[in-house]
């Protein structure tokens, strides 16, 4: 069964620490995404990558950091640098960019402040 | 500036009755629309999309209309029901990324 795991589900930063959300597919998709999501707003594109040993930062980069050293993993870094990291992020993967394919979602991680 | 508004945060409608979600969006160089389905503790799941060239794309029970000139589209859900209880976004493709609305929360009421 095909799909998109993110994990954990709830993660907690203490200040001044850096934390890792994990995602993994097993869609043999070439595009991964990152979202970040806060109250009444649409999601904004953090990074994304379209290929492995690849990635471009979106529309909110800093504070956060990517890899991609396998086309079925992309964890993100949300690091001390950024200053309100509290918000719901989700991980997305499609075909490629190049083709309008739709994304396909995670079930999100929740990050919140200590 | 919000380039995709979706200006309704909630929507109630009785089940069987029509679902008319709406969109707006001010850059006229978005080429794809789509719209996703997000149940509470989930990720959105894909729902419909359609192209700048159409005016219109019907899937089963879903359909949604573009008007270009007003820079509007909408989701029509007919007949509602009970699952379709959820938030619905709109997002419109520009240069290989997604423009996403703030979502509308769809509630059906029995």
């Known amino acids: 069964d095909g799909g998109i795991t993110q994990s954990p589900k709830y993660l907690f930063r203490k200040e001044g620490q850096n934390v890792t959300l994990s995602c993994e597919q097993n869609?043999?998709?070439?595009?991964m995404y990152w979202y970040r999501q806060d109250p009444g707003q649409g999601l904004r594109l953090i990074y994304y990558?379209?290929?492995?040993?690849?990635?471009q930062k979106g529309d909110i980069a800093e504070g956060y950091s990517v890899s991609r050293e396998k086309k079925e993993s992309f964890p993100l870094t949300v690091t001390s640098a950024q200053k309100n990291p509290t918000a719901f992020y989700l991980c997305?993967?499609?075909?490629?960019?190049?083709?309008?394919?739709?994304?396909?979602f995670g079930d999100g991680t929740r990050l919140s402040i200590l | 500036d919000q380039q995709v508004k979706q200006n309704s945060p909630s929507l109630s409608v009785q089940e069987g009755r029509i679902s008319i979600l709406n969109c707006d969006y001010t850059?006229?160089?978005?080429?794809?629309f789509l719209w996703y389905k997000k149940y509470p503790a989930e990720g959105p799941t894909f729902l419909i999309s359609?192209?700048?060239i159409k005016d219109k794309n019907e899937d089963g029970r879903f359909t949604v209309f573009l008007n270009k000139s007003a820079k509007h589209l909408s989701l029509h859900i007919v007949p509602s029901q009970p699952g379709d209880s959820a938030v619905y976004f709109c997002?419109?493709?520009?240069?290989?990324?997604?423009?996403w609305g703030a979502g509308t929360k769809l509630i059906i009421k029995p």
């Open positions: 997305a993967s499609s075909i490629g960019r190049q083709i309008l394919q739709p994304q396909h």
């Open positions: 869609l043999n998709h070439d595009a």
């Open positions: 990558s379209q290929i492995v040993n690849d990635f």
């Open positions: 850059n006229s160089m978005f080429d794809y």
């Open positions: 359609i192209s700048s």
């Open positions: 997002a419109a493709h520009s240069n290989y990324q997604l423009i």
